[in-house]
Nanobody
Framework: QVQLVESGGGLVQAGGSLRLSCAAS????????MGWFRQAPGKERELVAA????????YSADFVKGRFTISRDNAKRTLYLQMNSLKPEDTAVYYC?????????????????WGQGTQVTVSS
């Protein structure tokens, strides 16, 4: 069983930056493809960025391209999301997720393990 714990969320002004971290424990999470999702009130959970097992392949949603960067440190079993040039529309609860496969995963149902989420609020 894999446990995921996110940290790094908070309140930031538009144009600012935050770095989210997701620490994994249990199971063999360092071997899995992982991703960051977000969910704003009244909206569906959406993929923000994904990364494969090795970290050599990544995906970023169009709405964050050029602003957010996903990375991982398998030795530390930690996933990161560097968020720059934040906008008020980025306000949401951000979730870390781990799949049970090695390649990039794009859909909610492809992820087996989820963190509890961390709130990101961007003020205008």
């Amino acid at each position: 069983q894999v446990q995921l714990v996110e940290s790094g969320g908070g309140l930031v002004q538009a144009g600012g930056s935050l770095r989210l971290s997701c620490a994994a424990s249990g199971g063999t999470s360092s071997l899995y493809a992982m991703g960051w999702f977000r969910q704003a009130p009244g909206k569906e959970r959406e993929l923000v960025a994904a990364i494969n097992r090795s970290g050599g392949s990544t995906y970023s949603a169009d709405f964050v391209k050029g602003r957010f960067t996903i990375s991982r440190d398998n030795a530390k079993r930690t996933l990161y999301l560097q968020m720059n040039s934040l906008k008020p529309e980025d306000t949401a609860v951000y979730y870390c997720a781990a799949s049970t496969g090695y390649s990039l995963k794009y859909y909610v149902h492809e992820y087996a393990y989820w963190g509890q989420g961390t709130q990101v609020t961007v003020s205008s």
